[in-house]
Structures are given as C-alpha cells and as structure tokens.
C-alpha cells in the first residue's frame, strides 16, 4: 500500500465523548468539586488521561499530589470502562464504516492515531477493528498531540513515510499535530472550518467519492 488515511478516534470514527464527560463528572462530584461543565470537557477532547484530569481540579479547592493524581485518573478510566460497557455499532459516527470500506476497497490503508488507551477495547465493541490496519494508541506513545507521535507512529507501523499519511481529526491539537508531524489533513466535526486542515467537512458521511479523489491526489 503507498497510502494510508489515520483516523482520530474519538469525535472521527466513534462518539465516546459524552462517556468520558460522564465518568468526569462522576469523578468531580464525587471529589466535591462544584460547576464541571460541558465546556470543561471541550478542553479535554484529544488530550491525554492526566491532561483531562487537570482540566477537572482546576476547580478544586486543594491540591493533589501526583499519586493522588495517578489514584484518581485510575478510578476516572474505572467508570469510563463501565460505560464503555454499553458501546456497540450504534455509536459509530456518521460515515466511519463505508469509509473504512471505500478506502480498503481503494487499496488505501486505514490506521488509528488516538490519544486514548482504550482505542482497542473501543473498536472492538464498535465492530471497526477488522477494517482498521495498524493502532497507534495512548499505550503507544509519551507525548500527546499537538506532539506529532501518536500519528509517526501509526506511519511507520503501516512503513509509510508522513507525507505519504492523510490525518482525520476533530480537534485543533490534532490538526496542529498532523502538520507537525509533515501530514496532510482533514478536519472533520462541528468546528471543522476552523481547525486549519488542508480539507474539511461536517463528518465523514459528507467526504463524496469525488472528494476522496481530491484529497487523497494530494497526498503521497
Ligand atoms: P483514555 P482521541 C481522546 O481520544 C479523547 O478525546 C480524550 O478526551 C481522552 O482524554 C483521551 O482520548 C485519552 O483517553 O482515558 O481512554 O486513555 O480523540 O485521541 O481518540
Ligand atoms: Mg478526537
């Protein structure tokens, strides 16, 4: 294969966002933390376990020390697995599997560039696994995005070169991290138009064959 498309997972090809302001919240109330919002967790879309956790206690009274933090990131992901529980086909996003289709079909490989450590467990229980060729997950790297690792790494887990890579993502950390890492990309989500991707669209359902054409011409 000489081209690959990385898909972001969460807010590209699965909605787990509300799970993890759930078990955020849970967490915040149960720390007596008062007024955790869902602009808060905006904040925490992309970035990594511990950097949610800072978005959190910033509302907190007191300090707490990094094994405190360690403590309470695990008990956090505890209450995200138990809702994790729940996922299944319908929390796919709007056009992940026939583009995960399309692309195979194209002889295009697909891979993952997700913050998360739980990408796996997430693409089982969504069915996407099979159609996915190599995972770059949280278990993978040691810094997050806009650091380009997550997306080098899934690159050279296809033996691909960067520029021979289309980064999918729905966060400007993402965006910023794919231009970083010497990728191409396309902004997908709400806020898509204002993330800076070469390309952009309202979620994957939009992307037309057409587009793909587009924009995988320009990768490579
Ligand atoms: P975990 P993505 C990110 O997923 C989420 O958007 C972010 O909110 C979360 O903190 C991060 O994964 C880590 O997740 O706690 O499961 O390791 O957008 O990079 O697919
Ligand atoms: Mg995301």
New binding site residues.
């Given amino acids: 294969m000489e081209k690959c498309v990385i898909f ?5 090809l699965v909605s ?2 509300e799970l ?1 302001y759930q078990a955020w919240k849970r967490l915040a109330e149960e720390l007596g933390i008062r007024g955790f919002c869902r602009e808060d967790n905006k904040r ?6 511990m ?2 956790l800072e978005v959190v206690l910033e509302r907190a009274e007191r300090t707490y020390s990094m094994e405190e933090k360690q403590e309470l990131a695990k008990q ?2 505890n209450y ?1 697995l138990e809702l994790l529980a729940n996922l299944d086909e319908g929390s796919r996003l709007p056009g992940a599997m026939e583009t995960l289709r399309y692309l195979r079909g194209q002889g295009v490989a697909s891979a993952v ?7 796996i467990v997430i693409l089982e229980k969504t069915g996407l696994l099979p159609w996915i060729d190599k995972v770059s997950c ?1 278990l993978d790297i040691t810094k997050s ?1 806009p650091d380009p690792e ?1 997306f080098l790494v899934a690159a050279k887990k296809v033996g691909l070169k960067p520029g021979q890579c289309l980064v999918v993502e ?2 400007a950390a ?1 965006i910023q991290a794919a231009a970083a890492g010497g990728m191409k990309s396309l902004a997908v989500g709400p806020l898509s138009e204002t993330l800076g991707g070469d390309f952009c669209a309202v979620n994957l359902a939009e992307v037309t064959e057409e587009q793909w054409e587009k924009i995988l011409g320009s990768v490579g």
Avoid at 44 to 49: A, D, E, I
């Fill in positions: 972001d997972l969460d807010g590209v787990t966002d993890h925490q879309r992309g970035v990594s376990r950097a949610s956090k992901n995200y560039g997700s913050a998360s450590k739980n990408a949280g995005k997550v729905d966060s993402g």
